[in-house]
C-alpha cells in the first residue's frame, strides 16, 4: 500500500503555518518535500524553510535540477546542502553535457 505523499508549494504565509498543517510524507511527521518552479528564490523561501526546520523536519527540495534558480545559479545547491537540507531529484537528466545560460554544468554542482 503507497504511503500517502504530498510536496508542497512554498508561499508566504506558510512561516505563519502551525505544525499540525503541514503535510509530511507518509504522514509520519519526518520529512517535507517542497517544489518552488522560479527564476530567482523569492524573499520569503528562507523563512518559510527554517519556520519548517524549526519543528524538527527534514525538509527535502524536490527536484532541485528542475529549478531555473539552480540551473542560473548552481551554487544554490551547496547554499541547500549548507543549511541542512536534503535534496530528491533525477540527476541524470543534467548528464548529457547540458550547460545553464553560463556554460555550466549543473551536475557539476551536486554531490
Not at 19 to 29: A, H, L, S, Y
Not at 65 to 92: D, K
Request: net charge positive; hydrophobic share 35%.
Amino acid at each position: 500500500m503507497p504511503l500517502p505523499f504530498r510536496s508542497l508549494n512554498l508561499r508566504p504565509e506558510m512561516v505563519n503555518w502551525s505544525r499540525e498543517r503541514i503535510p509530511t510524507f507518509g504522514m509520519t511527521g519526518k520529512y517535507c518535500f517542497f517544489d518552488l518552479w522560479v527564476d530567482k528564490l523569492p524573499p520569503f523561501f528562507w523563512p518559510v524553510l527554517e519556520h519548517l526546520q524549526e519543528f524538527g523536519l527534514k525538509v527535502i527540495v524536490a527536484h532541485p535540477e528542475r529549478m531555473r534558480a539552480v540551473q542560473m545559479e548552481p551554487g544554490l545547491v551547496e547554499e541547500f546542502l549548507t543549511r541542512g537540507l536534503l535534496l530528491q531529484g533525477n540527476l541524470q537528466q543534467n548528464s548529457h553535457g547540458r550547460r545553464n545560460q553560463r556554460g555550466e554544468r549543473p551536475q557539476n554542482s551536486y554531490r
